[in-house]
């Protein structure tokens, strides 16, 4: 005769001698939301005495929620940068909760709210937004609340930061079009908005580095597009057909560049020199074309493993430091070899042990 084996407690056992809902049994040995650590403890201790034949859950797993709040836009690169961070959170693992959501990009008070108003237990946050008063401050308040915050793209004080630095990104693009432009004339500047410190810092290194080349003189246009194509083509073909020195170099520091490519094909006088920010897939074509001469990078696959890398080290979920403290800085133009978007895998963000 068979002899019949002994079943193991069911989840109504071990919710009797816990004294909780088998519903709080579930949500603790399969690590399906939050619980309270005392009755977690409850929980596990019953399933142990009873004999749970399974590998039960650590007693200091507790579900940790992150955020994310990203601008709600459609620039390429942010783009490209939520693309990454969603890969990078679905290798997480189970007690890791994270929420994304995309605010409005110039509204200070409504991401002061999210900061200030968490809609859960929140350990910490991934931010990108402008340095705005009421951000500062409601950032500050997060921060006293014992939440741990990672800024990206552009700095925010008080946060640690993950991204490129952008003043030596200007740099490197006022270096680059005072060497490729050997015809005096005018350069113009474009960028995102003087609400993002990143744009602001990226004309600032521009401006210094110009400097070297006595040759160049910046356009004074008004510089704030907002990353949209059309304001970018109005301002860049009536820069073109002014009077005075020529055009000779574009930089902008941000979006819209469809709006220059438009501009520089329907002119027909010399090509000025272009250079723009992001291997994104507009620019991949402009550079092929031979419309854009450079593309600097701030890698987001890169920025977004080690901000989440970041961020769940400061939380505690892992004691591994990020792979990189900051955002690493590429140069493209169209003779590289292979030049692709960004790709959609990362490598894992806290390897086994």
């Known amino acids: 005769m068979t002899k019949r084996r002994k079943r193991g407690p069911r989840f109504a056992e071990i919710a009797a001698l816990a004294g909780v809902s088998e519903a709080t049994v579930d949500r603790v040995l399969n690590e399906r939301d939050s619980v309270a650590k005392a009755t977690r403890l409850r929980v596990l201790e019953a399933a142990e005495q009873l004999g749970v034949p399974r590998i039960l859950p650590k007693t200091d797993h507790e579900i940790v929620r992150l955020d994310i709040f990203l601008p709600r836009t459609q620039t390429p690169f942010l783009r490209s940068l939520s693309a990454c961070l969603r890969d990078g959170v679905a290798m997480l693992d189970r007690r890791v909760v994270v929420h994304r959501s995309y605010l409005p990009e110039n509204d200070g008070a409504a991401i002061a709210a999210a900061l200030r108003n968490p809609r859960h237990p929140r350990a910490g946050f991934i931010l990108a937004a402008p340095d705005l008063p009421e951000i500062c401050a409601a950032v ?17 004080p008080e946060l640690a930061y993950v991204g490129i630095d952008n ?10 079009m005072g060497r490729l432009t050997s015809v005096p004339g005018r350069v113009i500047v474009f960028g995102g908005g003087t609400s993002i410190r990143a744009h602001r810092e990226r004309h600032d290194g521009f401006r ?14 008004d510089l704030s597009t907002h990353d949209d194509a059309e304001r970018c083509f109005l301002r860049t073909r009536a820069a073109l057909a002014a009077d005075g020195a020529p055009v000779v170099g574009i930089y902008n520091s941000g979006a819209g560049s469809p709006g220059i490519a438009q501009a520089l094909a329907e002119h027909s006088g010399p090509r000025p020199n272009w250079i723009g920010h992001e291997i994104s897939d507009d620019h991949v074509e402009f550079l092929r074309r031979g419309l854009m001469d450079v593309a600097i990078d701030q890698d987001p696959a890169g920025q977004a493993l080690a901000a989440l890398q970041t961020l769940l080290q400061a939380v505690g979920v892992t004691d591994r430091p990020p792979w990189a403290a900051r955002g690493e800085l590429r140069v493209y133009t169209r003779y590289v070899p292979g030049v692709t978007l960004p790709g959609e895998t990362l490598p894992l963000l806290y390897p086994s042990s």
């Open 140 to 156: 500050t308040e997060a921060l006293a609340r014992g939440e741990k915050g990672v800024a990206v793209v552009t700095e925010l």
């Open 167 to 176: 003043r030596q990104a200007g740099k490197v693009a006022s270096h680059l």
């Open 208 to 221: 210094e580095a110009l400097a070297d080349f006595p040759h160049l003189a910046i356009d004074p246009v």
